[in-house]
């Protein structure tokens, strides 16, 4: 069973690519993503990995949790699954829209 590890503090000019050989070192890699920022098309300095078993996870928690890749210091740990966020009604984020709903004289 494979396990996806969060993968923080990732340097701007880190590559996918990169990122599956160092994790490589640890075992075998499923996949190797960077999240990328849609407006800008720039990397948001985090991804995911995907080891192949739950011991090379382990084992790349061990070896690249607090090292360095690119000048930067990695945070490694086990992916937690996406929390779901409440969808809002556009503008005013669920508060009656555009700042309405509070009250005052409207007669």
């Known amino acids: 069973m494979a396990k996806k590890l969060y993968v ?15 994790f490589a070192k640890a075992g075998t890699v499923e996949t190797a993503t960077i999240i990328i920022d849609k407006m800008s098309g720039r990397s948001k300095g985090f991804g995911f990995v995907e080891m192949s078993s739950d011991e090379e996870a382990q084992k790349a928690i061990e070896m690249f949790n607090g090292k360095e890749l690119d000048g930067r210091s990695l945070t490694v740990n086990e992916a937690r699954p996406m929390e779901s ?10 508060r009656g829209g555009f700042g309405g709903g509070r009250g005052g004289d409207r007669y």
């Open 85 to 94: 966020r409440p969808r809002t009604g556009g503008f005013g984020g669920g």
């Open 8 to 22: 923080g503090g990732l340097a701007y000019s880190t590559t996918q690519d990169t990122l599956k050989d160092t």
